[in-house]
Nanobody, 115 residues
Framework: QGQLVESGGGWVQPGGSLRLTCAAS????????TSWYRQAPGNQRELVAA???????NYADSVKGRFTISRDDAKNTVTLQMDSLKPEDTAVYYC?????????WGHGTQVTVSS
């Protein structure tokens, strides 16, 4: 069964940057749309960014112009570059792939933005 693993989270001051990476075993990102979600304490999980098989992208309004999603087919990874981070970006970030109606999720990586 396929697995997703997120990495790159951590603590950063407001205005800083982090780069999240999603790696996969037995799932090839080039075949499926991949999404990044986040969930803050007490909030529902929300879509942050997605990339399609033909590398089209879309973003939540709250992160447009600050976050960039990309895919490296040679490395089989999907990254989320996060710039100009704000305290409200604090959350656990998850990558997700839907394959034939089944959602695969990683365990998440914590991002904390505070001074």
């Amino acid at each position: 069964q396929g697995q997703l693993v997120e990495s790159g989270g951590g603590w950063v001051q407001p205005g800083g940057s982090l780069r999240l990476t999603c790696a996969a075993s037995r799932i090839f990102f080039s075949y499926y749309a991949t999404s990044w979600y986040r969930q803050a304490p007490g909030n529902q999980r929300e879509l942050v960014a997605a990339i399609t098989t033909d590398s089209g992208t879309n973003y939540a309004d709250s992160v447009k112009g600050r976050f960039t999603i990309s895919r490296d087919d040679a490395k089989n990874t999907v990254t989320l570059q996060m710039d100009s981070l704000k305290p409200e970006d604090t959350a656990v970030y998850y990558c997700s792939v839907r394959i034939v109606g089944v959602d695969f999720w990683g365990h998440g990586t914590q991002v904390t933005v505070s001074s």
